[in-house]
């Protein structure tokens, strides 16, 4: 397992250094320069190319933009906020930590009601709970999450007046709640059908007729049986959908007032700043990545039988 886990670091490796490739060609593609202005004129384009280094060959601005990011040096930002450096506007300022504060409270709540939820709907198959909770979890799946923060806005802050309008930087726990609602709304009805879905296979399975006839209890027959053997499918999404959320809730943060990094980098892209924009790409990727790898230990943990390796590896 040692050596898969190795095995596994060096891809995710090479795969990072990919994206950082794709990532930046894709942003030299683009037409016109990011200091292109009304006021703007030629020679002051060309002072600001040469003062970060975009007056050099590509290949030149290739290799010293995968060397800086090997060091830890994730350029600095062209427009936003001229000169400052990108790790210090992600990390420093407090984007990522917020993100992530937000990112890590729509998991939990997305986790601890979507699982039961499926496991519901699985054990009352066919019932009025099941109906109820299948429309439900196909209408969650179906909303796009900017009409629901719209509604959550409309409702639980101008209507009813529960949670404040504006969250900001989530300073009470009023401030999450709206937020967290609308940013784990979507994976919490994803991850209820995808235990449904596992769950009504792994109920009809011979093991599970072997408890029913030695007289073991629904809860133990659901909840250590059942459910621990239809987790996979839950815990293969989980995985990228963990990485999307801390870092992915563009909409939820542009519509809640959040200054996160998800906002950050929707006025990123409408600036034209490309060290945050590739900064923040390669973050995510790299989230992706090491989320993916934490997923195949899981595996492993959940179910035993899973071999990370191929028959004749150590």
């Not at 898969?4 to 037409?31: D, E, H, Q, S």
């Not at 030149?60 to 000169?83: A, F, H, P, R, W």
């Not at 790898?293 to 035993?304: E, G, R, S, T, W």
Request: charged share 15%; aromatic share 10%; proline share 4%.
């Amino acid at each position: 397992m040692f050596g898969y886990i190795l095995k596994r670091i060096g891809v995710a490796f090479l795969t990072i250094l990919l994206i950082m490739v794709i990532t930046f060609l894709l942003m030299n593609a683009i037409p016109g320069s990011p200091f292109l202005t009304e006021k703007s004129t030629p020679e002051m384009i060309a002072r600001a190319n040469a003062k970060y280094g975009l007056d050099k060959p590509l290949i030149v601005q290739l290799g010293n933009y995968i060397l800086n990011y090997l060091k830890g040096d994730l350029g600095t930002s062209l427009k936003m906020q001229e000169g400052t450096a990108v790790t210090k506007i992600i990390f420093q300022e407090g984007k990522f930590a917020l993100s992530f504060r937000l990112g890590v409270c729509a998991v939990i709540v997305a986790v601890i009601i979507g699982i039961p939820l499926g496991c519901l709907a699985a054990y009352n198959r066919g019932k009025w709970i099941d109906s109820v909770l299948r429309v439900i979890t196909t209408l969650g799946v179906a909303v796009p999450s900017f009409v629901l923060c719209a509604l959550l806005l409309i409702f639980l802050g101008v209507k009813l007046n529960w949670v404040p309008v504006i969250s900001g930087s989530l300073g009470t726990f009023k401030s999450y709640i709206a937020p967290v609602l609308g940013l784990s709304f979507y994976p919490m009805c994803y991850i209820a059908k995808l235990t449904r879905t596992s769950m009504l296979d792994a109920i009809n399975q011979d093991y599970i007729r072997t408890a029913r006839a030695k007289g073991l209890k629904t809860r133990v027959i659901i909840f250590k049986h059942a459910l621990r053997n239809s987790m996979i499918p839950v815990i293969t999404y989980l995985g990228p959908m963990t990485a999307g959320i801390v870092t992915g809730g563009f909409v939820v943060e542009q519509t809640f007032q959040i200054p996160g990094l998800g906002k950050y980098f929707i006025s990123s892209i409408l600036n034209r700043d490309y060290p945050i924009i590739m900064a923040t790409t390669v973050v995510l990727a790299t989230l992706v990545i090491l989320m993916n790898l934490v997923v195949d230990i899981a595996y492993k943990l959940v179910d035993p039988r899973i071999s990370l390796t191929k028959k004749g590896e150590n």
